[in-house]
């Protein structure tokens, strides 16, 4: 069992930065691929990024190549999206999961979610 718990999000202006948080309880949190998604207000939950279990491979949404940067410490159980040049667009309540599949793209290839930070981006 694996329980996430994300922080970070706020208030920025376009081109600015913020780096997310996502801390997990549970001994078994370096087994999982853990990703983040989006949701914005009438829309989908949307793809982000992903990590292995290690952190030595990574997968990104088009939208965000080149911004975003997901990164993970097994030790002490965190994951990061730093998310840079940000645009109004990238206004959404972001989660953070974790599963079994690498690289998932997709909401059901992951068992473990957060309960979201809003991250709102102003023109």
């Known amino acids: 069992q694996v329980q996430l718990v994300e922080s970070g999000g706020g208030l920025v202006q376009a081109g600015g930065s913020l780096r997310l948080s996502c801390a997990a309880s549970?001994?078994?949190?370096?087994?999982?691929?853990m990703g983040w998604f989006r949701q914005a207000p009438g829309k989908e939950r949307e793809f982000v990024a992903a990590s292995n279990w290690s952190g030595s491979s990574t997968r990104y949404a088009d939208s965000v190549k080149g911004r975003f940067t997901i990164s993970r410490d097994n030790a002490p159980n965190t994951v990061y999206l730093q998310m840079n040049s940000l645009k109004p667009e990238d206004t959404a309540v972001y989660y953070c999961a974790g599963g079994s599949v690498y690289p998932g793209a997709r909401p059901y290839d992951y068992e473990y979610w957060g309960q979201g930070t809003q991250v709102t981006v102003s023109s």
């Open positions: 549970g001994r078994t949190f370096s087994r999982y691929a």
